[in-house]
């Protein structure tokens, strides 16, 4: 059934259960110029505190340079990301992370020497609180938390049904449980707002088809919000409560799937016009 | 529950067996030392030895598991070796016992490499890559130079430090501790074999503790991919600077070791050349590899010794023969020889135990 989608005082639209409380992540006239080029302009997005939502758009239509711009390994020309309410400008993608942000990577970006477990248990590195010395002296107190740590990422590792694989080697995975562990270590971050870069690419129509059930059990434990890049329209028609449209930079549409599939600048930007005729 | 220590993970087999290894090889030198069975020349070289296996351990934590090529460690060893012998020197009446007086002067001089390492750290952890690797060399030579240009003496007034000349003034009876280029004489010899596997197991136990721990795995993510470090929250630079500091107080304590094995040292002793030396020795052991390191290292300073009987060739062969090692460790076939070999072990070890 689909999410009613209902306006907040800056006239965004969210889904209706997060009407009441402030959005997670507000994006304000945000515009990337690198050498004259303009990369993205003018882009505004509201997304509420338990929304999953699309952003598609054709290749090159800015999508990932968005997911960049708000993790702050880019920073914007214009405009501001506010992310909880609280602006992120000067910081750092380590620092917007332990604001809450989280995500994964269109080409896969795993710690490919790292045990499965510990590519999880990476993403905890502040969560665990222990000093050198209690690692050096392997202090009761630094054995305590490994293990409590070791137990918290079997306990995520099992979302995706991976924790038999915890002392695998994450760079001998197969492609998709590469994908699906890079899920996870985004997760162990505690996030409040996940992105996912294209996080079907490559799979098979039934791969595709657990992704969208493993997402969607991802959303049931954790009330977070989730915007994700994707190509595959099954995916993000069938998941996506609200869905932003890209193309060169700009928002051409946005609104819920059903609106977006008759839009015609969408079918435009997507198949071209049509002749006259 | 499962517990996280078990000797049935590999990687806790691996690094008990290290533990086991090197203890092993202690105590086989301590009884061909206590019948005689080793030469002289060998006895002369066990310390340092033991002082290259913590400085190439030392330097595998920064190469091997941060990922970033320091090609100054020699530096940090030299800042180790000048400031434990100047403690060891002044301590001499304070402290009789020796092994407790070298025990202060290694913990003061990878005090001090530690602080150096950290001062340095701050302008030199802020590149990458190639750069990082060339500004490191860069303070290494720095640091030569310091030295070689550092005079320091005590009397009774107190401590007296010049720098370029000898301009510290001495009163009659007073002592010039460190004299420039003529570096630190007198030196009393009080390091030993005991002390010298002492350092190789706290180093040891000290990077695998923190290889294993939080921070080990926040290194490890920095140098697998820094970008997906810092998306998941890493500060890069911080951890980065806690690898060198360690790294660099172990340094220092095998610079205050290898310095207490000899009767004089001068800074021009810790030079480029020992830098790369020990580089050599990390990439011959395994980046990451603490039980290479260790063995390259032993295997390495002793080689050069072994090749005297070819005399002028001694060095043309000790390189053709690294040659070898490198493409031999590098060769598909030799590492799956070796894999094979291990798998084999294994499978042999289970057979027996199953077979009850």
Known sequence: MATKLVPVPSRAMVPERDAGRAPILECVNLGLTIGGLKIVENFNLTIGRTEIAGLIGPNGAGKTTVFNLLTKVYHPTTGTVLLDGQDTAGMTPAQANRLGIARTFQNIRLFKNLSVADNVKAAMTNDIHYGLFGAILRLPRCRRQELAAHHRALKLLSIFDMQSLADVKAGSLPYGAQRRLEIVRALATYPSLLLLDEPAAGMNPSETHELIDSIRRVHETFPIAIILIEHDMNLVMNLCEGICVLNFGRVIAKGAPADIQSNPDVIEAYLGRQKEG | ?356
């Open chain 2, 1 to 356: 529950m499962k517990r996280l220590i078990s000797l049935k993970r590999p990687e806790a087999r691996r690094v008990y067996g290290t533990y086991a290894l090197v203890t092993l090889a202690y105590v086989i030198l301590q009884i061909m030392i206590s019948t005689r069975t080793l030469s002289s020349s060998m006895k002369g070289m066990l310390v340092p030895i033991c002082a290259y296996m913590v400085m190439t351990v030392a330097l595998n934590l920064v190469v091997g598991v941060l990922g970033e090529l320091s090609l100054g460690h020699a530096g940090f060893m030299s800042v180790g070796a000048f400031t434990g012998v100047a403690c060891a020197i002044l301590l001499q009446s304070a402290v009789p016992w020796a092994p407790l007086r070298l025990s202060v002067s290694m913990a003061a001089g990878a005090a001090f490499a530690a602080l150096g390492g950290f001062l340095i750290g701050i302008p030199v952890l802020r590149l990458k890559g190639d750069y990082l690797a060339i500004v490191t060399l860069a303070f290494g030579e720095i640091i030569k130079s310091v030295l070689n240009n550092f005079y320091m003496g005590v009397d009774k007034a107190g401590l007296h430090v010049s720098m370029l000349a000898d301009t510290t003034g001495l009163l009659p009876g007073g002592r010039l501790i460190v004299g420039g280029p003529m570096g630190i004489g007198g030196i009393r010899k009080i390091a030993t074999l005991d002390a010298g596997f002492a350092l190789v197991m706290i180093a040891l136990i000290v990077v695998y503790n923190l290889i294993n721990s939080r921070m080990g795995r926040a290194f490890q993510a920095v140098r697998d991919d820094r970008i997906a470090a810092e998306s998941v929250g890493i500060d890069v630079t911080r951890y980065k600077m806690t690898a060198f500091v360690v790294s660099a107080a172990l340094a220092g304590a095998a610079g205050c070791l290898f310095a207490m094995n000899y009767s004089t040292i001068v800074a021009n002793k810790f030079d480029f050349n020992t830098s790369i030396l020990i580089l050599v020795f990390v990439v011959l052991g395994g980046q990451g590899n603490m039980l290479g390191s260790v063995a390259a290292a032993a295997a390495l300073t002793i080689l050069p010794e072994k090749l005297r009987e070819f005399r002028d060739y001694r060095m043309l062969i000790y390189a053709a023969m690294l040659i070898a090692i490198m493409l031999g460790s590098n060769n598909a076939a030799v590492r799956n020889f070796f894999a094979r070999l291990r798998s084999f072990g294994r499978a042999s070890k289970e057979e027996a135990s199953h077979g009850h």
